[in-house]
């Protein structure tokens, strides 16, 4: 079945630091890719998406390119703050997985002063 | 406003018992979904709903049934509940064309602890 990998479980960097947040997929077809964020007590909030090769996807300083050759999906921010502090999912959607969202484990990114 | 609410946020239920967990979206969205977190499994799909129709069931257990009385509305009622079952359950929902691919928006969640 379709499936979602993230590298990092965790992550933890200081305020100005880079992010980046592995994920790749393995999907038939050319699923749509996406990022969610999600702070404790909320439930997941859509960050971007993508839905082509090479496309990229944008907001609130995070970027992610779509890769189709790789597969993968990567979440990039070149700054982190504290703010960022959150447990981030990449997820995909596609048409072998009855257009549900499959997401991957989720990565915690801690941002430290 | 939270455009999509979930109620309650907490709750505790006894073994063998039965709870329904409301869900109601105000996004004008036509297609409903809920999902579940725990700390095996984060973010499972559970079931999604079209026009109150259902389109996909990924629930192996006839213990989960959600109910739709109206199009806004993504109830799930769950049955002889079992400590298994303390997760947390979202509700989300999305336009759906028909074509796939689209974005799903959450609710907050409920908090469901079964002893």
């Known amino acids: 079945g379709d499936s979602v990998t993230q590298t990092e479980g965790q992550v933890a960097l200081s305020e100005e630091d880079f992010l980046t947040i592995h994920c790749n997929y393995s999907a038939s077809g050319y699923p749509a890719l996406f990022w969610y964020v999600q702070y404790p007590g909320e439930g997941p909030q859509f960050l971007f998406r993508a839905s082509r090769d090479k496309e990229k996807g944008s907001s609130r300083g995070f970027e992610a390119t779509y890769n189709k050759e790789a597969t993968s999906f990567h979440l990039q921010k070149a700054s982190v703050q504290e703010s960022d502090s959150a447990v981030y999912y990449c997820a995909l959607s596609a048409t072998s997985s009855g257009q549900k969202l499959v997401f991957g484990q989720g990565t915690i990114l801690k941002v430290y002063l | 406003d939270p455009k999509i609410i979930q109620k309650p946020k907490y709750l505790v239920a006894v073994t063998g018992s039965e709870k329904i967990l409301i869900c109601e979206q105000y996004?004008?969205?036509?297609?409903m979904y809920w999902y579940r977190q725990s700390a095996k499994k984060p973010l499972e799909f559970m079931f999604s709903y079209s026009y109150q129709k259902l389109m996909d069931n990924q629930t192996a257990s006839s213990r989960f049934q959600p109910q739709s009385s109206k199009k806004n509305h993504l109830d799930l009622q769950i049955t002889a509940l079992k400590p298994d079952d303390s997760a947390t359950y979202f509700c989300?929902?999305?336009?759906?064309?028909?074509?796939?691919?689209?974005?799903?928006?959450f609710g907050s969640g409920t908090r469901l602890t079964v002893l």
């Open positions: 996004l004008g969205h036509n297609a």
């Open positions: 989300a929902s999305s336009h759906w064309g028909g074509k796939g691919a689209e974005t799903l928006y």
